[in-house]
């Protein structure tokens, strides 16, 4: 029951994450670039929940931006399933307690997500790819990532270490949190 419930928060998150995405980012960007709340979404399902959950979300939530935004279809649930499979990773080797760690992870997982899609589009769709002009904004937008893990880490941490102890068995991070 605990589980289901924790499944209805993340889809009332993934919600969330669409109308600021849409509503109230796109009008906040930093040299027109705007940040992706999904990739910070997914590392967060996948770095608290297990492996099989975070798969889930990346798939439907990539779906759900391929066929919102007219993109290749594949393409980006390809990519946060890369996410999700890295917060796994990230998970068994790394501490969830650093908030530096964190902040590399979404560095990282940005930087990951963005080039690949980016270079997957391009081979698909068959265009020149501008890497100089790819990387640029790649690099502010992973920069404004990792701006917002700063402001939403505590209440990530917070909500993540209750996920946690629901998916995974209790232990020391957990345990009085």
């Known amino acids: 029951m605990k589980k289901l419930l924790i499944i209805l928060l993340f889809v009332v998150m993934l919600i969330v994450n669409y109308i600021l995405q849409v509503n109230f980012f796109s009008n906040f960007t930093i040299a027109g670039i705007v940040p992706n709340l999904f990739i910070i979404f997914i590392l967060f399902v996948s770095l608290y929940s297990n492996s099989f959950i975070g798969q889930m979300f990346a798939v439907i939530t990539g779906l759900m931006l391929d066929f919102l935004y007219g993109n290749v279809v594949g393409v980006t649930p390809a990519m946060l399933c890369v ?26 997982s940005t930087i990951i997500f963005e080039f690949g899609r980016y270079f997957l589009l391009s081979a698909i769709e068959g265009y020149k790819a501008n890497y100089l002009v790819c990387i640029k904004i790649i690099l502010i937008e992973a920069l404004y990532n990792v701006l917002l893990t700063i402001i939403i880490y505590p209440f990530m941490q917070k909500i993540g270490y209750a996920i946690d102890r629901v998916f995974k068995k209790e232990n020391i991070l957990t345990r009085y949190f």
């Open 83 to 108: 996410i999700a499979y890295l917060a796994g990773y990230f998970d068994k080797n790394f501490s969830k307690e650093s908030k530096i760690t964190i902040l590399l992870m979404v560095l990282g």
